[in-house]
């Protein structure tokens, strides 16, 4: 399988302030779907699967899906596990073929999250995996685990300084507002904070929650210095929204074809407004 590195992908971006998709894998349809968007507007792409996703298709058929879908294309493409949540979790992607992981020690406290990021990176980057590691606390709910608006906790930037020097890991993801899922209220993000980071670790920063960011935030996000911005759920209700859509005009269908393909297709057209926005457009090599 030709896929690359997360790092390669998101140093080219850093380099040039543009952002790449991290958008996650559901089933075929998103794979398939948002694969084909990215292809039509010539974007590097990385596709992401989070444990839930991993335990949902099985991990022979994410890496013979992915293997499948990048064995005919020219865009770079890096595979990469979401919020992996232990090293043991971590080394059975990299042994089943992951490009990229990423280690979620944000809950633990700051040393136990360096300690633990430090040992991923070490061992991935031996066999040239590259590492995502968060710092700072989104709300939200990711696959089953469920974070309260008032534990959420903001990315301090001195120590976000410390984190990479200590860690060597490619890209930190950063908490500054969004939140996982599906939006309560109206998001405001921290961007003097952003800013600050960026200016403090100059590498590639990662931002989590991006669904429900309004286009001139994540457009800002972008000119601030975000180099992947993951979206899961904008892509998850553009696929429902047309399937129910279906349903409503013609509650007799029953093929899955008659109603999957649309919601691919509605996938693809969300994927391509995405990358527009995030300027990653004929930006693969
Ligand atoms: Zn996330």
Not at 118 to 138: D, I
Request: glycine content about 8%.
């Amino acid at each position: 399988m030709n896929l690359v590195p997360m790092a390669d992908i998101l140093q080219d971006a850093h380099e040039r302030t543009y952002a790449v998709g991290g958008f996650n894998i559901n089933n075929m349809e998103f794979l398939q779907g948002i694969i084909r968007g990215a292809e039509e507007l010539n974007s590097p792409l990385i596709l992401q699967a989070s444990e839930g996703a991993i335990r949902y298709i099985g991990m022979d058929y994410v890496i013979k899906m992915v293997e499948a879908a990048a064995k005919d294309t020219a865009i770079p493409i890096a595979l990469h596990l979401d919020h992996g949540s232990s090293f043991e979790s971590i080394m059975n992607c990299i042994r089943a073929g992951f490009s990229s992981v990423m280690i979620d020690a944000s809950k633990k406290p700051f040393e136990e999250n360096i300690a633990l990021t430090k040992k991923v990176v070490e061992t991935a980057h031996s066999v040239g995996v590259s590492v995502e590691a968060e710092l700072g606390t989104l709300s939200g709910t990711e696959d089953d685990h469920t974070v309260e608006e008032k534990d959420a906790m903001y990315t301090d930037p001195d120590q976000a300084l410390e984190f990479v020097e200590k860690t060597g890991i490619d890209a930190l993801a950063v908490a500054i507002g969004t939140a996982h899922g599906v939006y309560k209220g109206k998001p405001e993000l921290d961007f003097p904070r952003l800013k600050k980071i960026k200016e403090l670790i100059e590498m590639p920063v990662v931002l989590h929650g991006a669904s429900g960011i309004s286009a001139e935030d994540l457009e800002r996000a972008v000119d601030y210095g975000v180099n992947k911005v993951n979206v899961n759920t904008d892509f998850q209700q553009a696929f429902t929204s047309k399937v129910k859509e279906l349903f409503a005009e013609k509650p007799e269908l029953y093929d899955p074809r008659k109603y999957c393909g649309p919601g691919r297709d509605a996938i693809t057209a969300k994927v391509k407004e995405k990358i527009k926005i995030l300027g990653s457009n004929d930006k693969a090599w």
